[in-house]
């Protein structure tokens, strides 16, 4: 098992700037790809970036202008550093671990961006 725990959300005005650290614990000599998705009032559940184990990043094109993913293997940390924040980011943002072993997929429980205008 894995456990993820997001932190670093709170309530932003707009242009501003957030960093979020997502913490891995558990089995996690199986993961391989991490990410940031987002789910917005509404509205599904949307890839935000991912990054593989050896460093490999994929981006939402919505957002690859503003945020820049990062890993810190040693630590079993990553993070997701956003920029120029917009009213349209505000979303629970949910920490992802892909396993190479079942069960495959692991959410973090979650953590609130807020940004106002």
């Known amino acids: 098992q894995v456990q993820l725990v997001e932190s670093g959300g709170g309530l932003v005005q707009a242009g501003g700037s957030l960093t979020l650290s997502c913490a891995a614990s558990?089995?996690?000599?199986?993961?391989?790809?991490m990410g940031w998705f987002r789910q917005a009032p509404g509205k599904q559940r949307d890839l935000v970036a991912l990054?593989?184990?050896?460093?490999?990043?994929n981006y939402a094109d919505s957002v690859k202008a503003r945020v820049t993913i990062s890993r810190d293997n040693t630590k079993n940390l990553m993070y997701l550093q956003m920029n120029s924040l917009e009213p349209e980011d505000t979303a629970v943002y949910y920490c992802?671990?892909?396993?190479?072993?079942?069960?495959?997929?692991?959410w973090g429980q979650g953590t609130q961006v807020t940004v106002s205008s």
């Open positions: 992802y671990a892909h396993s190479r072993v079942v069960p495959y997929d692991y």
């Open positions: 558990g089995s996690i000599f199986n993961i391989d790809t």
């Open positions: 990054i593989t184990s050896g460093g490999r990043i």
